[in-house]
């Protein structure tokens, strides 16, 4: 009886709490490192992700990915107590082995504290129980994943400097300005570790794509989820590619970023950049239909994206409450391979929450 009166109390507490102010996104805010690495806890949501292709062994693909979310919750920031959920720390990773025939999943969530789980601000270090990713002081990535379902242990190195997207990293979502990111990647990144299914894990080698991004409103009200694609080429460039789709169809918003090998940036307003889908799939678990394979037009290059297998479908109801495909993908220019990405679709099943 006196827990139940103490959640009552709680609850009435927490009822009465005004909402937090989310920090806003705005042009012209530099990126600042190392510290921009890290955490930025007055916005309402931010994540760390890590997507990438590895070579196993005896030659044959993986690919996978890592995100970890931190969300600011709505709850009072004057409550002192340990228990107060101010921050949750939320993790999806995930390994696409076309020998399985579909990804290899886990998703765990928790909130921030009692040093279970944390995103610290300075310097990229995010953790949740076993899994972690941070930066080192030489500048390299570390990420390790350990589950029933699989395990990583991958360093990530750079070979290339940090690619600012949008504008000095105020990435735009829409015709208005609140709607918006900050958003950096980090392509080109060389992996080594061991990669794999629990007790076949070995030793792999590859490449990733690293990206942050942290906002309080990117979304626009009529907006049903997006489509997005980053890819390391094989001459050393970088794309990265994206589409906001409207509830009522079509597209809402689109932007595409190319760094060229010298280190020229191109960039591709809303009108440059279209997605067509080429081959469609449908989950037999959620019955969402997916363009699993798509020409993304970004001024006079077509770009040809295909999956490396179709079902790369990811269930992440028990956590973020997304059903989102997220896969291996190959792309082509203009018809000749040209690298290997990551293909990211959101919304299929139901609209897209942040």
């Known amino acids: 009886m006196r827990f139940i009166l103490l959640l009552w ?7 009465l709490a005004a909402p937090p102010n989310f920090a806003p996104v705005t042009p012209g805010r530099p990126m600042v490192f190392p510290a921009d690495y890290g955490a930025h806890p007055d916005f309402r949501t931010e994540w760390w992700y890590v997507t990438g292709w590895l070579k196993k062994a005896d030659g044959k693909p993986l690919g996978f990915q890592v995100t970890f979310f931190r969300s600011r919750t709505e709850h009072d920031t004057a409550n002192p107590s340990a228990f107060a959920p101010h921050q949750l720390v939320i993790g999806h990773a995930a390994l696409s082995d076309p020998a399985l025939g579909r990804l290899a999943h886990d998703q765990r969530s928790a909130r921030e504290g ?3 789980a944390w995103a610290r601000s300075g310097d990229l270090d995010v953790k949740l129980d076993d899994w972690r990713m941070r930066r080192a002081p030489d500048g390299s990535y570390r990420v390790t994943v350990q589950s029933g ?5 991958l360093t990530l190195t750079p070979t290339q400097p940090v690619l600012v997207q949008g504008e000095g990293g105020y990435s735009r979502k829409g015709p208005a300005a609140q709607h918006a990111s900050y958003y950096y990647s980090h392509p080109q990144l060389r992996v080594s570790g061991t990669a794999g299914r629990p007790g076949a894990a070995g030793a792999v080698t590859g490449s ?3 990206d942050h991004e942290w906002s309080s409103e990117a979304l626009q009200p009529d ?9 390391n080429l094989d001459d050393g460039s970088a794309l990265m590619a994206f ?10 918003w689109s932007h595409a970023t190319v760094r060229d090998r010298a280190g020229t940036i ?6 440059q950049v279209n997605f067509a ?21 970004t001024g006079a290059t077509r770009w040809q994206v295909t999956p490396l297998q179709q079902d790369q479908e990811l269930d992440s109801r028990r956590s973020t409450g997304a059903v989102y495909w997220e896969g291996a993908v190959t792309v082509a220019r203009d018809g000749v391979p040209a690298g290997h990405g990551y293909l990211e679709m959101t919304g299929y099943l139901r609209d897209m929450k942040l």
């Open 9 to 15: 109390m709680l609850a009435g507490g927490l009822a």
């Open 114 to 116: 009692f040093g279970l």
């Open 149 to 153: 379902e699989m395990s990583l242990d």
């Open 208 to 210: 990733a794509w690293f």
């Open 223 to 231: 907006a049903s989820g997006w489509d997005w694609v980053a890819a």
């Open 243 to 252: 589409q906001i789709r409207a509830r009522r169809g079509g597209k809402l």
């Open 266 to 271: 191109t960039r591709y307003a809303p009108e």
């Open 277 to 297: 889908p080429t081959a469609r799939w449908k989950s037999p678990r959620t019955n969402a239909e997916y363009p699993v394979a798509t020409t993304i037009t």
